[in-house]
């Protein structure tokens, strides 16, 4: 089996999408602190896991 998470970009906290088409940036169900989490995040510098402020847009995947 394969997952496909669509390059659907990300926001800063407001209504522009950056970069649609070229990266990804999706949460994960793990909080780093009370203000932020985990996220997968893939561009061209291949994919990462990192931490991310909650305030900023990241995608969300439902995976069974």
Sequence with gaps: NSLFFPAAGYDYGNVDVY??????????????????????????????????LRKFGRSVRLIK
């Design 19 to 52: 970069d649609m088409g070229s990266s990804g940036f999706y949460w994960s169900s793990t909080e780093c602190n009370s203000n932020s989490a985990y996220a997968l995040d893939f561009c061209s510098g291949g994919p990462g896991v990192a931490g991310y």
